[in-house]
């Protein structure tokens, strides 16, 4: 189906306006959370009735100019998104499933205004049809340079979810969930379960994906208690990033501990979680740095840990050691010159701190400014070094810029 833009938004602001006043909410839908039932119609033909919250409104920024130019836009979304709790076949009918899928990309692209999405439903829960609805809709929603859907789905295998999440066997271990994405629909594998016995062990998982050019995994919630990650299931062709954070918190502090500081050269993610069909909501959010916004070059960024990590999408963070972005790994060298640009669109900064293996070495306590910019030179002599900045708002909204790593084992000069 194809709607002018304006067409799609008459549509979405109709029937969130119209799903507020069935319920008897008079103001705008954004000051009033909370819903029983959303009915989405575009020109006038529902595609979606889903049991929700109607999602705040939180549109990003346009990002500011630096004082420098760099090679590359912000683009903001959430590439961790579920459209139900449950996806059996009765609940991932034709109809609902695709409407709620539609629903999910829409809601990114109108609503948060978000320029990418990446929908990652459980593959243990899938049907073969339903994976391929979802590459269907993929590729419905992209349009290069406006909107871009990125294939995914959830690997799981952790005993706390029981049957949702991995096999019915005592013996099955807790190795953690990864969301797997495609750099295309054409690259996409059949669904990969952690159910099927050849694809129940993160080694299969791995020899079962296509190129590492092609596919990249994305460990999450690695403290959860009920479903860990386990650390030494690292693949270092295809973990090129782990998710910082997401509705259930932060995982700083595992990253730096069993992350960054056993080695695993890792760039970060933010990501919902949400099983809503609501991207963004609430508290996880990816900011891809990436020349332009298309399949390609949003997943060559991510293969380049070229991203960071909000609460919310309305921190810009530039980060940068001698002239070279975050994500990068640098070749070795005695001193470096790092600088940081950070910018808030929706409150003061409390808190700015550059992060040197693990310890905070440096703090910025701007006051009431909603703008920071530091530069340093830091003497590190023949040390390994990773380097990230964070930030955090008054408002307690927060970001992680990827690390940027110097004098890593096996680098050469
Ligand atoms: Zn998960
Ligand atoms: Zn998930």
Known sequence: MQFSRTELLKGLAASLMMAALLIGCQATPASCPETESIET???????????????????????????????????????????????????????????A???????????????????????????????????????????????????AFEWTASHGCGEHCSPARPDYPDWGHRNIYFRNTESATPLLRCTDPSTDTPQELFQALPGADLAITIPHHTTAARHPFDWSTVNADYDQLVEIVQRRG?????????????????????????????????????????????????????LSRHSYATTHGDIILHFFADEEIQGTVLSSRESLQLSGEIESKSGAISLVELVDNGEASV????????SLRFERTEQIGEESHYYYVKVTLENGHQAWSSPIWVNLPGVAP
Do not use: C
Not at 107 to 114: C, K, L, N, P
Not at 363 to 370: D, F, I, L, M
């Open 250 to 302: 932060d995982y700083e502090a595992d990253i730096v501990e069993n992350g960054w500081g056993m080695g695993h050269v890792m760039g970060i993610v933010g990501g919902s979680d949400n099983h809503i069909a609501a991207a963004g909501q609430p508290q996880g959010i990816t900011a891809i740095l990436a020349p332009e916004l298309t399949r390609d070059a949003l997943f060559d960024a991510l």
């Open 41 to 99: 119609t575009v020109a006038g033909k529902v595609f979606a009735t889903l049991t929700a919250e109607v999602p705040t409104s939180t549109p990003v920024p346009a990002p500011t100019p630096t004082s420098a130019p760099v090679p590359y836009n912000i683009y903001f979304g959430d590439l961790h998104v579920h459209t139900s709790r449950i996806h059996t076949t009765a609940a991932f009918h034709e109809e609902f499933g695709r409407g």
């Open 101 to 151: 899928l539609r629903l999910a990309h829409l809601q990114a692209r109108e609503v948060t205004q978000h320029d990418f999405i990446a929908v990652s439903n459980h593959a243990r829960l899938l049907e073969d049809w339903m994976w391929q609805v979802t590459l269907e809709v993929a590729d419905e929603f992209t349009e290069e340079g406006v909107f871009v859907s990125i294939p």
């Open 363 to 370: 703090t910025w306590e701007p006051g009431q400014a909603s």
